[in-house]
C-alpha cells in the first residue's frame, strides 16, 4: 500500500508544490480548481474555519497523488458532525477532490481511505466531485469499504456542461444543429446592427481591480440569485482576491465585449492545464433583449479555439443559457460515508 504523508496545511512554494503542480498537470482531469496556488487562496480566504490536511501519496520516494481535504463541523441530518470534504468546498470551486494519473486511482483511494479509517475525529466523509467515466465513483467504492466504512448515500451532485471544440470553432459550428447556429449568428448580428460595432477584449492584469467593478455592477443588477451572489462582500474579495492571486500568471482571465465602445457583457475565466473554464459571467440588463450575455461566451469559444483549447467548460450548473450553445454534460456524483 501507499505510504501517506501528511502536510497541515497548503503549501505556498518548496518541493511539495512543486510535486503538487506536477501531478495536476499530468492528471488527465487536472485542472486549477486542483492545484495548490488556488486552493492556498481559497484557504486564506474562505476557508478559515476548516482544518486542512494535505495528504501526500508516495510509492517509495515516488509522489503518486494528492488528496487535499478539510475537516469541519457541519448541522448533519443526524445533528452536529465533523465532516471530512475534499479542499475548497462548492460555493466556489467547480472541481474537486485527488489528483493523480489514472493509473494509481483505485491505489490512491486505497491508502487514503485506510489513513482516515485509523483517525478518530471524524463523522461523516462527503466523497464530491466525482466524475462520472473518470474511475473515481467505483474506486472510492471499493476502496471505503475495504477500509470496513458505511455506505450512507449516494448522489448525482450537480453537472459541468462542456462546449467541444476538437478540431477548431470551425468544427464546433458544424457539430450544432443548425437552429442552434442560426440562433448564434442572429443574435450576434442583431446586437451589431441596435447597438453598435463588436470587441471583444482581453482586460490586463493590470486593470483586473477595475474590470471587477464593472463586473459587480452588472451583476448585482441580475434579476436572479447571481445577483444575491455578488451582493456578499466576501465573494467580492474573493474575486479580488484570486484575481491578485492567479491574473498576473494569466492563469486568470477577464474579457470584456465593448459594443458600441461600452462594455455590454464581461466574463471571468480560470485558464490552465489544457483546461478552459467559463468561472462566471455577467452583462448589462439594459442591453438584455439584444442577449449579449449570450454573443460574449460564443466570442469567447472562438478565442479558446483559436487558442487550440478543444473545450470550453461551462463549469457547475444547468443554467437554461448554456444549453443554447450544444454542450454535452459532465455528470458529478457524490457519495457519503460515516463509521460502523
Known amino acids: ?52 490536511r494535505v495528504h501526500e501519496l508516495r510509492d517509495g520516494d515516488a509522489t503518486v497523488g494528492f488528496v487535499p481535504v478539510a ?18 468546498g462548492t460555493d466556489v470551486t467547480d472541481y474537486v477532490g485527488p489528483v493523480c494519473l489514472p493509473e494509481h486511482r483505485d491505489d490512491v483511494a486505497e491508502a487514503y481511505a485506510a489513513r482516515l479509517a485509523e ?10 466531485g466525482l466524475v462520472e467515466d473518470s474511475g473515481w465513483p467505483q474506486a472510492w467504492e471499493r ?44 443574435k450576434a448580428r442583431k446586437l451589431a446592427r441596435d447597438a453598435g460595432e463588436l470587441d471583444l477584449r482581453e482586460v ?23 445577483g444575491h451572489f455578488f451582493a456578499r ?14 491574473g498576473p500568471s494569466g492563469v486568470l482571465r477577464i474579457h470584456e465585449l465593448h459594443v458600441g465602445g461600452l462594455p455590454a457583457a464581461a466574463c471571468v475565466s480560470l485558464v490552465g492545464h489544457g483546461e478552459w473554464g467559463l468561472y462566471n459571467s455577467a452583462y448589462d440588463v439594459t442591453l438584455g433583449s439584444l442577449a449579449p450575455g449570450l454573443v460574449i461566451v460564443q466570442l469567447l469559444a472562438e478565442q479558446a479555439a483559436e487558442e487550440g483549447y478543444e ?27 460515516v463509521r460502523p
Not at 493590470?206 to 441580475?222: C, I, K, P, S, V
Not at 450548473?317 to 450544444?326: H, L, Q, S, V
Open 204 to 226: 490586463p492584469s493590470a486593470e483586473h481591480g477595475e474590470a471587477l467593478e464593472r463586473f459587480f455592477t452588472m451583476n448585482q443588477d441580475l434579476p436572479d440569485d447571481k
Open 233 to 246: 462582500q466576501e465573494m467580492r474579495d474573493w474575486f479580488h482576491r484570486l484575481a491578485d492571486g492567479l
Open 71 to 88: 475537516l469541519q463541523r457541519e448541522g448533519t441530518a443526524t445533528g452536529p458532525s465533523e465532516v471530512v470534504r475534499f479542499l475548497g
Open 143 to 186: 476502496a471505503c469499504q475495504a477500509a470496513g466504512l458505511q455506505h450512507l448515500d449516494s448522489s448525482d451532485e450537480d453537472v459541468c456542461p462542456r462546449m467541444d471544440l476538437t478540431g477548431g470553432y470551425a468544427a464546433y459550428l458544424e457539430r450544432l444543429g443548425g437552429k442552434l447556429r442560426q440562433e448564434m449568428k442572429r
Open 119 to 128: 483517525d478518530a475525529d471524524w463523522d461523516e466523509f462527503v466523497v464530491s
Open 1 to 52: 500500500m501507499l505510504h501517506v504523508v501528511t502536510h497541515e496545511d497548503v503549501p505556498e512554494d518548496g518541493d511539495v508544490v512543486s510535486r503538487w503542480e506536477q501531478l495536476v498537470e499530468d492528471d488527465p482531469l487536472g485542472t486549477t480548481f486542483h492545484g495548490p496556488a488556488y486552493l492556498r487562496l481559497w484557504v486564506d480566504e474562505l476557508g478559515q474555519r476548516s482544518a486542512v
Open 311 to 337: 473545450a470550453l467548460d461551462l463549469l457547475r450548473g444547468d443554467e437554461e443559457y448554456k444549453y443554447r450553445f450544444g454542450p454535452v454534460d459532465r455528470r458529478l456524483l457524490a457519495q457519503t460515508w
